[in-house]
């Protein structure tokens, strides 16, 4: 958890509300009285501890359950307020957790790694963009919570992630992105079907924040030959991403660039 809002959530939490950590496995907060979470008791807290102790769980009320494979076993609005720090980018179906957080709980926080960390080379690995184990590009837009599956092809071309000197420039507050909620909130999950148009998206979000120096362009269209050569397809010198991959074809010819992006929210199980 971001460590300026940790006196914010404190501070929202009443005496006699009943507070819920999900994913809190890692640094579970103190003050929770139920932790849910994938890994057992026994080995939390490998990070710390949130807030101040002594903790007011305990074995008897942590929740070992893979989150996305059935409800939590909790009543509606059980609970009065819920965390959930850096844990939806991990899983393999935030919607649906998301709509168990709005079923069991009246108000809480959701914090997330900001898209723009999670664009960044060079964080865990040299030709690797972001933290290796995370699956979603989550952004907070106008209140809701938006999720994009975060696609290999963000690893492979400087257009589609951010330089590691960038990484170095970021503050604590630019590496995150959170959302305070009371009642109720938004989330969806943008899906692109063509991998041309999922490449113009990650392009146009890196171009917004760290356009491509004039070196890095030079570079960019000295591979359209290579890629072309590659091939044996000379359309790649016309391309307009100039992909690493070819194109792919509907049956009867028509190409994936025309397939609108969609949107789903939450789920019924």
Known sequence: ????????????????????????????????????????????????????????????????????????????????????????????????????LLRVARRGYIEVPSRAAESVRGLEGRNYAGHYHHRWLVEVLDGE???????????????????????????????????????TFKYREAVQISHIQTRRELAAFVDGIAPLSLTDRVLTRLRAPLTAWQYRDWRALVHPLNTHVRRERFPDGRFWEAVPEISTSSVQR
């Open 1 to 100: 958890m971001f460590q300026a809002n940790l006196p914010r959530v404190l501070g929202q939490i009443g005496d006699d509300d009943r507070v819920l950590d999900v994913g809190g496995w890692y640094r579970p907060l103190c003050r929770a009285d139920v932790v849910v979470d994938l890994l057992p008791y026994a080995t939390r807290g490998k990070g710390g501890w949130l807030g101040p102790g002594p903790e007011w769980f305990d074995a008897s009320t942590w929740v070992t359950q893979d989150v996305c494979s059935a409800a939590l076993p909790f009543p509606d609005k059980h609970f009065d307020y819920v965390v959930c720090s850096q844990t939806l980018e991990d899983l393999r179906d935030p919607i649906f957790l998301c709509s168990e």
């Open 145 to 183: 919570l938006v999720f994009r599956f975060k696609t290999h092809a963000i690893h492979e071309d400087r257009r589609y992630h951010l330089p590691r000197g960038y990484g170095r420039t970021m503050s604590d507050a630019d590496r995150i992105e959170y959302l305070f909620w009371q009642g």
